[in-house]
T-cell receptor, first 110, second 113 residues
Framework: DTAVSQTPKYLVTQMGNDKSIKCEQNLGHDTMYWYKQDSKKFLKIMFSYNNKELIINETVPNRFSPKSPDKAHLNLHINSLELGDSAVYFC?????????FGPGTRLLVL | DQQVKQNSPSLSVQEGRISILNCDYTNSMFDYFLWYKKYPAEGPTFLISISSIKDKNEDGRFTVFLNKSAKHLSLHIVPSQPGDSAVYFCAASETGTASKLTFGTGTRLQVTL
């Protein structure tokens, strides 16, 4: 009955690899988000999609590409992974101002 | 440029007492504010919110106060319980920005027995 789920929970990979993180929400929300929590525990928005349309794109490197196949899913693909990409990535969804978060994906780039 | 600040990285409170967590913001366009609670290895969990048209919102043991002139909000937890021990994040958004949340850096609350 998880409202916002993410897979995988942990991801360890080598520099230069390409990886994807998946997010699904069963709340019927129209809007989904990706946030990054860096080593200083600072949560910052990366992207937002509303009804499969990109509406927020913060200053994120082009190596990061979100994809929303339908309203319930928002995936994050990362090309050519760098050491600095190591972080926790959170997916969230909302219908109004309140956002509901997934459990996070802990990415470690070696 | 941090627009939402939580100046106390940690707070320790005895069980049964009041916990007061503070948050300051600089962007006067923010008109909706939220508090999230986060346990280790979990995502942030929504706790309580307040719109800028109000100065107080209460939900059980949790009350959020907003002082717009001071650009300050606070979360009061009464009485504090050991299960409240977590990191608390303040967040703010501006109407018309597609609910983009700007977060503070969090305050770690420890409720002791």
């Amino acid at each position: 009955d998880t409202a916002v789920s993410q897979t995988p929970k942990y991801l360890v990979t080598q520099m230069g690899n390409d990886k994807s993180i998946k997010c699904e929400q069963n709340l019927g929300h129209d809007t989904m988000y990706w946030y990054k929590q860096d080593s200083k525990k600072f949560l910052k928005i990366m992207f937002s999609y509303n009804n499969k349309e990109l509406i927020i794109n913060e200053t994120v490197p082009n190596r990061f590409s979100p994809k929303s196949p339908d309203k319930a899913h928002l995936n994050l693909h990362i090309n050519s992974l760098e050491l600095g990409d190591s972080a926790v990535y959170f997916c969230a969804s909302s219908h109004t101002e309140t956002q509901y978060f997934g459990p996070g994906t802990r990415l470690l780039v070696l | 440029d941090q627009q939402v600040k939580q100046n106390s990285p940690s707070l320790s409170v005895q069980e049964g007492r009041i916990s007061i967590l503070n948050c300051d913001y600089t962007n006067s366009m923010f008109d909706y504010f939220l508090w999230y609670k986060k346990y280790p290895a979990e995502g942030p969990t929504f706790l309580i919110s307040i719109s800028s048209i109000k100065d107080k919102n209460e939900d059980g043991r949790f009350t959020v106060f907003l002082n717009k002139s001071a650009k300050h909000l606070s979360l009061h937890i009464v009485p504090s319980q050991p299960g409240d021990s977590a990191v608390y994040f303040c967040a703010a958004s501006e109407t018309g920005t597609a609910s983009k949340l700007t977060f503070g850096t969090g305050t770690r609350l420890q409720v002791t027995l």
